[in-house]
């Protein structure tokens, strides 16, 4: 939109920054906003920083065996990444479709489970679908970390490339459908650990329910509580909406929240945006109760609008991101360090090991008050 108010201008050589009529957009010669010149500059200084000081402090302390992998420049230089998890037909792959208003390769829907792998739709020059062994072998893709969890899961995962202006600045991760009882232990592959891995390095995470089947299963219950740590980039959405009377509406609104509250212990309450996502070109099936319209159309105005805001404050997302996981290796450091220090340099080792181990809550706040950490 900007480029189409700019100037009749010849941007032959060198000239000089040129700002749209009526915005607060400023392209430069490079043909990058301040806004995109800013996030890359500070993707660079992130990179070097990450590989200079806080990578050899996890390797050292073997952060990896008990937190997650070390990162890579892809990771830390990815577009940022938007998570969708929901049980199956609850519009997930719908959704993707209404936000970049054209069906992306591979896409299936349907109201059975019908998306039955993790989909990365990112851009592209050309509408194609990589596999997963070769996107996670590729050094110009951020999925390398991908490969500790097998052959089985990469076999489910595929990255769906497609021109759209939105997925300049975004990734979107669709997900499998979550499936309930005996189905969800034949995947081949831990599930939650790869919703976990998707989670750390996403900018926002979307959780969707369907009016019609609030009930969360063992498996989606998993994935829900996998999220701790991450609860400031998940918003829930309660799809469908268009299809619930008002009166209804009201009650699956409370019947939500009150589910919500027995997986997600915290006495504050998740933002919950109410909504019917269908693209232009798909006409919804079944009654349309007209007198949540505008209730509908405020909320999913709302939405929007945190979806947009996330690559204007990409750059600083991605400063709090490592700055959070400077704080985990910094403690969890010292608490390797702590642990080590209080072993015998000869004889009684696993003894003194033991001991520790047996009352591992009061060592901890040892390590508490010696470095000043908080709980």
């Known amino acids: 939109k900007a480029t189409e108010q700019l100037p009749n201008m010849s941007f032959k050589g060198k000239e000089p920054s040129v700002t749209a009529a009526g915005t607060n957009i400023s392209v430069g010669a490079d043909g990058l906003t301040a806004e995109e010149r800013l996030y890359q500059e500070t993707v660079h200084q992130l990179q070097k920083t990450y590989s200079k000081k806080i990578k050899p402090l996890e390797q050292a302390y073997c952060f990896e065996g008990f937190h997650s992998a070390p990162l890579t420049s892809q990771d830390i230089g990815s577009k940022p990444m938007i998570l969708l998890l929901g049980q ?22 349907g109201i ?19 596999p997963g062994h070769a996107a996670a072998v590729s050094g110009d893709l951020p999925f390398s970390g991908l490969t500790k969890f097998g052959t089985k899961f990469l076999s489910r995962f595929q990255v769906a490339q497609l021109n759209n202006p939105l997925l300049s600045n975004l990734t979107l991760i669709d997900t499998p ?32 329910f369907d009016g019609y089947k609030l009930d969360i299963s063992d498996e989606f219950k998993g994935a829900i509580q996998s999220l701790r740590g991450h609860e400031d980039k998940v918003r829930v959405v309660l799809n469908k909406c268009d299809q619930i009377s ?10 939500l929240m009150w589910s919500l509250g027995k997986v997600i212990p915290t006495p504050e309450v998740n933002r919950v945006y109410l909504g019917s996502f269908w693209p232009k070109y798909k006409t919804p099936v079944g009654t349309i109760y007209e007198d949540n319209l505008e209730l509908l159309a405020s909320e999913q105005r709302d939405l929007l609008r945190d979806l947009r805001s996330i690559p ?60 000043n950490l908080p709980p």
Do not use: C
């Open 177 to 208: 459908g979550i499936l309930s009882g005996s189905k969800q232990i034949q995947r081949g592959y831990d599930f939650i650990s790869v919703i976990n891995w998707f989670a750390e390095r996403s900018d926002l995470i979307l959780l969707l």
């Open 88 to 109: 199956y037909s609850t519009g997930k792959t719908t959704f993707v479709e209404y936000l970049l208003g054209e069906s992306y390769p591979g896409a299936h829907v």
């Open 112 to 130: 059975e489970p019908t998306t039955d792998r993790f989909v990365a739709i990112m851009g592209g020059p050309e509408p194609k679908v990589i």
């Open 246 to 255: 008002q009166q209804q509406l009201m009650r699956v609104y409370g019947a």
């Open 312 to 371: 204007k404050n990409a750059a600083v997302r991605r400063v709090n991101e490592i700055v959070k996981r400077a704080r985990q290796a910094r403690v969890h450091a010292h608490i390797i360090g702590y642990l080590r220090s209080e072993l015998p340099s000869m004889f009684g080792k696993n003894k003194k090991a033991k001991a520790m181990l047996d009352d591992l809550p009061g060592e901890f706040r040892k390590i508490q008050v010696k470095y």
